[in-house]
């Protein structure tokens, strides 16, 4: 195969990937943007604040994570995070004495005429349900992130690509029509 053939054909896959690249560094940023702002406006339209830093709210040690966003609208999935298993999961395990959400309604179940039963069951599956909530923004926001990473990989690379199949091009004008790829070296005698 000719030189001039190979960096040609080499060059041509290298700028087809570079559009891939670009096409899915697009995508991704569409993707992060897209959830990010879901994941806010979700958040932000149920009027979530964070206590003062200073509140007698979060001035237990198991609070402390909370104290960071003091005073704060909760907006992020960060926050979601720190919301649900800093604040809600703390104030849920003195509800029923540390127990769960199930071994609280198994219990409630076995005595339907306990009110104070029926109030810990209500209580903790609206605050489980809330926090699973809290914990799926999380989540969303998380996949946010790592499509913003993505793409800023998919767009590094494509620049890379740009710049190495430039390279080919150049090359591939540069090589005489007929230099054969990986042909064997004709060595002249040496003189006597």
Sequence with gaps: MRRRTFDLLVSGAGLLLAALLLIAGGLLTWT????????????????????????????????????QYGGQQLTTGAQAKVYANSFIANHLKEVAGGKTYSQVSALAQADPNNVQLQGQVATMFKGETLRGLLLNAYAFGTIAKIAGIAAIFAFVGAGLLFLLTAFGFIHARRVQPDVELLAPKVHEPLPV
Excluded: C, W, Y
């Design 32 to 67: 992060h943007v897209f959830i990010d702002n879901q994941v806010s406006t979700q958040l932000s339209a149920q009027k979530i604040n964070f206590p003062p830093a200073n509140s007698p709210a979060v001035a237990g040690a198991e609070f402390a994570p909370m104290r």
